[in-house]
């Protein structure tokens, strides 16, 4: 589904370059869940930003379900995100002033959907997240945990095939944090393609491959190990 | 999604209530201002309009030349209007009226009272002015003695809910039966009236008409098909004069021609000479400009406080992006969400104008009808509307633009607001509201203190302390004389005199014959005359200057004439030695001079009109009869038992008539309603343009220190005073509040002298009025940042260098 091959990202301020990501490679199957690993400041994220279309590369070359992305333009580069990639941040970054259905909603008014349908996915959404029962509150009047699960159905709700999730956890206490990542591999048990950056270990044991990122490097891969039930 | 557009904006504006009071509420008062100038401004340049067919009404205008020089009147002679109806086959209709100077006294069978505007007119005055007649016959309402048609508000007060037709209403002296009831007409009609009384019928004959239409006593109208045939009544009206005028012509020695003036063009036109009092284009382009920028103001105010509130969404917007918004999506939704407000807004000044003018003594205070009224102002469906829309995309805009441009990666990062850099837009505009708002204060401020100047001017006579006993009726016209003396005896009084009419409410105006100082012989001058009883000059406290008063003597003297002249008349004529000048007037039909008199005295000139018109050349003559207002000066200490004592002693000579009093310095002040009424409009207004400035100036301070609040935190943290953090950001924001300021200075200077040049007395530009306003400004926005830096500097400071 991900194909990297010698992505370098350079950023340049005043006339200092800083290589944020140097000759990746990385590829990502359909239905895989990977974590990406590494200190601040690695270029997890940016890799993050590249792979969801949101940032540009220097070079090397990027394949995403075989179009290859530094072809694309900015509008197809568009309609790809809205209607394959979801998004799940660790500050949640709903919207204060939209209510928990109103936020999960959104994405879907951008797809123009109509009324009638935009209805009936949000109530299926919220019955997937568990939050039917806190539908017309607004952020402020939740607790973290749930304010990512809110986010969780914000990023599911268009059927992306793949999720990209910046430390979901980061913000929450363990038990909530917990809930969240059973809430992710169910999504990746049910075939949707997970890359996830994190600081924790414990969230990494989730996912099936640790790419771990060092001075925008990857210096190892490894397959996570599940115990059997 | 538009109704849901409409829900989270609300939303967000419940979320955000001190923001949305300050930001809504300033633009809402904004508009407010703006719709009730409007109404006021519509009601100024719609004069006259209602009338049906308004542009086929005209008003004849007279204009005298006499000795080169030419005098316009608004008004014109009695029966003009009959025999310019019969003379033209063009014109349709024809009336004349004229209205009564002062109140007049009424009462029905349950309720008395007095009322104002009144008009006497012939019987065809409802073919030219069509009122909407309620009860009664246009045709036959004004054909019989003692009639009189009333207005619906007329005829409730007398009358509540009954039929007033075929009513009587009684004055002090008549019976008058009402013959028709009339649909009230709008307030801006410049000959306005609540009432017209059927003139009564003398018997004319050639002789005394050809003298009356030389006498401007009557406003007449006419009605003609167009505008062509005006110009033609107006253009053949030699024959008319040779006709019917030429043979008073010779005696007095003058031309006469009329000026047709339509009547739409009367209020902001109107004569100096015989007119009612009209509108003033000075002052109402000056409402409009300040109207005008107070919502300016509230415009700026606001497209700067939601640009600078939108920032902070931010991260919504890169939120949004990152889930498939495109530039287009932003731009509209804030463009939607910024029209909805700006509605609100709207919805809120219609609310505020509603309540205002029913709350506020608005309407009291400046005598207009400035309430909503959808149907009389139709222009206020679609302009206030349009107006808001047009604010929503322009406060839109600039947030729509740079949110739509943000990357989405934005979403990622902490960043709340813009960063500093983006600031100097925002206080260019700040700048200028400041330039604005106290340019504003400082022309009001003069503007104001002109008007105390010409109120509190020296009008050479005092009218402190008089009383003024007006006879209603013919008897005690006729016994004058005798209460005259009667009062004069009174402990309580200092000095009374008798006169034709209110002293410093206008003169007469008549033809002299005036002797010449090099002997010779005599030339003829139009010139303002008053009729007056001996002790005026005493009564008043006018100086005499040279010669004598009028004498006890010279009252009963039957044979002679007497006048005291004014130093400018004396300038005027150039005579080296005044007294014993001769001076006639009062011409009949065959050019003699009917009186005589000689000049005893020349006293200092006074303001005989009221200040809009400068002294004129003056001769006061010794009236015998016709005096109709006593004006008594009472000693100052005891004014309500003066008052007590001379209606016991006006009750004892004329037990059947009216006591009727007024004060002579606040009767004057009537002659200043319109300016008191426009010094008021513009303080309000001034009031309106600081309050919405100091809101603009608070958007900007709790913005720059909003900016701040992490350098103020760490600042804090390292041991700042509070003082010290006020100065930090007030220094940021005191070269915008100094821009603004010098601006401001040198162009309310040039505001205030381009204004002050309409006047013949001027009040001085004073200095310390400029500085005070400049100080007051600077110390107002130290306080205001004062107020948030304190605010900021108070909360836990962790929180505020962590920029969270």
Known sequence: MIKLHNLTKIYQAQGVETRALSEVDLRVKKGEFVSIMGPSGCGKTTLLNIIGLLDSYNEGLFVFDDANVSELTERQKLKLRKEKIGFVFQNFNLIDDLTVSENIELPLHYLGYSVQDRRQRVLEVLEMVGMGHRRDFFPYQLSGGQQQKVAVGRAIIAKPSLILADEPTGNLDSTQGNEIMEMLSRLNDEGTTLIMVTHSSHDASYSQRIVRIMDGQVVSEKKVLHAQF | MPSSKFRFALRSLYRQKLYTLLNLGGLAIGLAVAITVSIYLNAEFNFDKHWPNYENIYRVNSSFQLNGTEEEYGGSGAGLASLMKEFYPEVEEATHFFSFENSVYFHSDSVKGYENELLVADANFFKVFNCHFLEGEVDSSLTAERSIVISESFARKYFGNKSALGQTLNTSNFEYQVRGVFEDIPDNTHHNFNAVISEPRVASDTLSLAVSLWQVSHYTFLKVPSA???????????????RYMAGMADAVQAEYRVKLQQISDIHFNTNPGFDAIGGSLIYVYGFAGIG???????????????????????????????????????????????????????LLAFALVEIGTKVLPLTNAIDKDLQLNFKRDAYLWWLPLVLSIFVGIISGLYPALSLSKVSPLDAFSNKKGLQRQNNIPRKLLVGFQVAVSVTVVITAFFMYQQMDFIKNRNLGFNPNDVILITAQDTNSVMHLQEIRDNIAQSDYVESVAMGASVTGRGAYRGIFEAETEANKGFQRHSLDFLRVSRDYLKTMQIDLLQGRSFLMEDEQDSSFNYAIVNQSLVEFMGWEQPIGKKLNTSFNERGEAMLNAVVVGVAEDFNAHSLHTKVAPLVLLLSKERSRVLHVKVYPNNIYVALDDLERRWTSMVPNAPFQFSFLSRDLLELYTEEMRQSRLILYLTIIAIFISILGFVGLASFTTG???????????????????????????????????????????????????????????????????????????????????????KKNSVDSWRGA
Do not use: C
């Open chain 2, 707 to 793: 900016l701040r609040t992490r350098e103020i935190g760490i600042r804090r943290l390292l041991g700042a005073g509070r003082l010290q953090m006020v100065n930090i950001v007030f220094k940021e924001l005191l070269w915008v509040m100094l821009v603004g300021v010098l601006i401001a200075v040198p162009l309310a200077i040039y505001i205030t002298q381009l204004w002050l040049a309409n006047f013949a007395f001027q009040t001085e530009i004073k200095a310390p009025v400029i500085v005070g306003t400049a100080v007051i400004t600077l110390l107002i926005g130290y306080g205001i940042v004062a107020l948030h830096s304190l605010a900021i500097a």
């Open chain 2, 292 to 346: 005008l920028l107070v919502l300016v103001l509230a415009i700026i105010n606001y497209v700067n406080m939601a640009t600078a509130r939108s920032l902070r969404r931010i991260r919504e917007a890169a939120m949004r992006k990152v889930l498939g918004a495109s530039e287009g999506d932003i731009q509209l939704m804030i463009l939607v969400e910024s029209t909805i407000l700006t509605l609100l807004a709207l």
């Open chain 2, 228 to 242: 062509l045939e005006a110009q033609n009544v107006e253009a053949n009206f030699d024959q008319f004069f040779n």
